[in-house]
């Protein structure tokens, strides 16, 4: 079992930036972060392997977004910059065996975080 803890978001204004963290139990794991918007799927932000020596990013947060983790604190952290108003959701860590960007291949998930961007 793999606990995660993901750090506070909150609310930043248009072209802003902001930083998630996310703790785990382990460093063992690729770890991802996807998003949801209401009324909207689950989409996929970005993960990295987890040596760190391999990212891969969404379309819509390419160039805006660096994912990127420090496994001596067990942490994955995601960077965001240029914020944009359709950013806003609840966004969630999840852990993966697997290097992936499918959500249905992530075993652990932690609770979630509000980010809202203001125009």
């Known amino acids: 079992q793999v606990q995660l803890v993901e750090s506070e978001g909150g609310v930043v204004q248009a072209g802003g930036s902001l930083r998630l963290s996310c703790t785990a139990s382990?460093?063992?794991?690729?770890m991802g972060w996807f998003r949801q918007a209401p009324g909207k799927e689950r989409e996929f932000v970005a993960v990295v392997e987890w040596t760190g020596s391999s990212t891969s990013y969404g379309d819509s947060v390419k160039g805006r977004f660096t994912i990127s983790r420090d496994n001596a604190k067990n942490t994955v952290y995601l960077q965001m910059n240029t914020l944009k108003p359709e950013d806003t959701a609840v966004y969630y860590c999840a852990a993966s065996t697997i290097f992936t960007e499918m959500s249905r291949l992530y075993n652990y998930w932690g609770q979630g975080t509000q980010v809202t961007v203001s125009s």
């Open positions: 382990t460093s063992t794991y690729a």
